[in-house]
């Protein structure tokens, strides 16, 4: 999906191939405590090591992580569109702080819990990998029911996908050329 960010990627590739939280990140980055994690921007990733275990491109990979150009500044809390959440969709675009509204579904973007209120830090940690498109604390969905992660068709309506692309390529608010992404 255009724009996905890395903790929405992770999730999946968990959950496709039966990995716990903790066994991912010590995959991903065996000297980092998984229960403490780390923040999933560029300065903190090895992407040629993630790239080799996911199997997939540095492009898409590069995209995927808050701080892809020097000037963004990313939320250090969860942010989330409900109706991407129910997709099993969250881009990186919803982290940077010029952002916010879902390009897709001009949603305002959520940063606490529709359930316990709380606010999960954006942190690739095992219980943040551990819980898809779940509050990091009561574990309840960000979208409006359960989410199921084994369809392998597309939820996200082309015209969805487009939106968020457009997004992408234009960028901040002040125009900066931001990701490129193709459909």
Aim: glycine share 8%; charged share 20%.
């Amino acid at each position: 999906m255009p724009g996905e960010s890395l903790v929405s990627i992770l999730w999946k590739f968990a959950c496709a191939n039966a990995l716990p939280g903790h066994a991912l990140l010590h995959l991903i980055s065996p000297e980092v405590d998984p229960q403490e994690g780390w923040a999933p921007v560029r300065d903190a990733i090895d992407l040629k090591r993630l790239c080799r275990m996911l199997r997939v491109p540095s492009s898409m990979l590069s995209a995927s992580l808050s701080g892809a150009a020097p000037h963004d500044r990313y939320h250090e809390v969860f942010r989330y569109c409900r109706q991407c959440a129910a997709h099993g969709y969250h881009s990186v675009l919803f982290q940077r702080e010029d952002e916010n509204l879902c390009p897709a579904h001009h949603q305002s973007l959520q940063t606490r819990c529709p359930h316990c209120n709380g606010e999960t830090p954006y942190i690739l940690n095992a219980g943040v990998i551990g819980a898809p498109f779940r509050c990091g604390w009561c574990h309840s969905h960000y979208s409006y029911g359960r989410l199921s992660l084994l369809s392998t068709t597309s939820a996200m309506r082309r015209q969805d996908r487009i939106a968020i692309s457009r997004r992408l390529r234009l960028g901040s608010a002040g125009g900066d050329t931001c990701i490129e992404t193709s459909q």
